[in-house]
């Protein structure tokens, strides 16, 4: 079933987790996709998964010369697109009283600065009716110990898209949002975190969502592609898929 045939986009954070399965879905439903990583290994990796079907671009969000760059090769290649996913992210679990300048510097960088510009970059080559979909996180409206920094840099995203879909109303460009809960993903969404850490994370996901278990990364992906090619009356939303967790859903005790 190609449901995506003829459909041209670009996944910003491509290589691992949900961003790659947003890249298998569009490419199983026949679009053509730019996937865009930093991690060599990573990149390598997809490249031999996928093979020349994908085009595979070593794209860094906190260089301002790389999002240019990228803008180019993404005219090059695809001309003008349908969707742009902005799924490149990062994040360190630091209290307050730890956070340094680099480690606030590093996580804005990467998730408001990078992700702001690159869609800034891409948002002209985005065809009119198109769309652009943010992965933020339900930490934006958590209060979640150790997350102050990254909770505030997506809650800045959530912010941009709202403005975006105000501004490129005019080109009928809809701005949405998905809102991860707990993922297995490679990393649990936390750069360098060890085994046991992703073990803790894992537990606590399957303990504090309501639904009792953490999500998986093709759930994430299935709702972005939703938000990007089926929700045609819906802009400036976040969309939770989060299991209940940001949502006030209590588990009943049985």
Do not use: C, W
């Not at 794209?59 to 301002?64: E, G, L, R, V």
């Not at 800045?156 to 707990?182: K, T, Y």
């Not at 969502?209 to 994430?220: D, L, N």
């Amino acid at each position: 079933m190609h449901k995506y045939e003829g459909k041209k986009v670009v996944v910003a954070g491509g290589t691992i987790g949900m961003g790659l399965e947003m890249v298998k879905a569009l490419l199983e439903g026949g679009a053509e996709v730019l996937l865009t990583g930093r991690n060599a290994n990573n990149l390598e990796a997809v490249s031999r998964e996928l093979g020349p079907q994908v085009h595979v671009v070593r794209s860094d969000a906190t260089s301002m010369a790389d999002i240019r760059q990228l803008g180019e090769v993404v005219k090059a290649k695809l001309g003008q697109i349908d969707a742009v996913f902005m799924n490149a992210g990062y994040s360190v679990l630091e209290s307050f009283d730890q956070v340094t300048e680099a480690s606030y510097d590093a996580t804005f960088d990467i998730n408001a600065k990078g992700a702001f510009f690159t869609v800034q970059r891409l948002a002209p080559l985005v065809r009119d009716g198109g769309s652009i979909v943010f992965t933020t996180s339900v930490a934006d409206v958590m209060g979640y110990p150790g997350m102050s920094v990254y909770a505030g840099s997506k809650a800045a995203l959530r912010s941009f898209a709202q403005v975006l879909a105000s501004e490129l109303l005019p080109r009928g460009i809809r701005v949405n949002a998905v809102s991860p809960g707990f993922i297995k993903t490679p990393t649990m969404g936390v750069a360098s975190a060890s085994k046991e850490e992703m073990a803790a994370f894992e537990e606590e996901g399957n303990t504090v969502t309501p639904m009792k278990r953490i999500g998986k990364p093709e759930e994430v992906a299935r709702a972005a592609l939703f938000l990007a090619f089926e929700a045609t009356f819906t802009t400036g939303v976040e969309l939770a898929v989060d299991g209940g967790l940001a949502q006030g859903v209590v588990a009943p005790h049985h």
